[in-house]
């Protein structure tokens, strides 16, 4: 079945730092794959998204691209800030619109 | 991006009581609505998909009895935990989606505590 394996936490950076995030996959067919951030206390946000092989998704400085050979899309950011603390998740979603979770990675970035 | 909105955003009540939870789609029809319950730092595990005028599908292991869902139309589906109890104390989360898009928009989530 579908399945995203995420890259474990917390993760602490120092501001300014680069950031990555990894994310595998397992699909049946051809999914899309998106990031989502949840701030502490709210629900989820999305942040980016891909929705065919080797699109690359970007926003807020963020970004990650659909790689089907290697079946990742790692979430990759330059220069982190402190508001970027927060947990990210990785999904994926097939036809009939179910979403597949990663189990959430916990940043925390330190001034 | 559409907007879901959840109501109420936090709730604390008392063992054995019920609770109801309402998910909005404020500016698009729903087609499909999905139920998530999140313990803490932990990811998202779905409970339930809901279509409007259906019974709603439930994830192995998720008590229909327990965790009733209505989607009465295509803008509004409510989850009602019946009997709570302390360890249903978590955080449900709906998304809503729509037939022909691949994205699920999130509501800001309902924080149920049961003493």
């Known amino acids: 079945g579908d399945s995203v394996t995420q890259m474990e936490g917390p993760v602490t950076l120092s501001e300014e730092a680069f950031l990555t995030i990894n994310c595998t996959y397992t699909a049946t067919g051809y999914p899309s794959l998106f990031w989502y951030v949840q701030y502490p206390g709210e629900g989820l946000q999305l942040l980016l998204k891909?929705?065919?092989?080797?699109d690359k998704g970007s926003n807020k400085g963020f970004e990650a691209t659909y790689r089907k050979e290697t079946t990742s899309f790692h979430l990759e950011k330059g220069s982190v800030q402190v508001s970027d603390s927060a947990v990210y998740f990785c999904a994926l979603s097939e036809v009939g619109n179910q979403f597949y979770f990663g189990t959430g990675t916990s940043l925390t970035v330190i001034p | 991006g559409a907007v879901v909105s959840q109501h109420p955003s936090r709730v604390i009540c008392k063992s054995g009581t019920s609770v109801k939870i309402e998910c909005r789609s404020l500016?698009?029809?729903?087609?499909?609505m999905f139920w998530y319950r999140q313990f803490p730092k932990q990811s998202l595990m779905l409970m339930a998909t809901?279509?409007?005028?259906?019974?709603?599908?439930?994830e192995q292991g998720v008590e229909k009895d327990k965790f009733l869902i209505n989607h009465a139309s295509l803008t509004l589906s409510t989850l009602t935990v019946t009997s709570a109890h302390p360890e249903d104390s978590s955080f449900y989360i709906c998304s809503a989606g729509a037939q022909g898009i691949q994205t699920q928009y999130f509501g800001p989530g309902t924080r149920l505590l049961v003493l």
């Open positions: 500016d698009f029809q729903a087609t499909t």
């Open positions: 809901s279509n409007e005028g259906s019974k709603a599908t439930y």
């Open positions: 891909a929705t065919k092989a080797d």
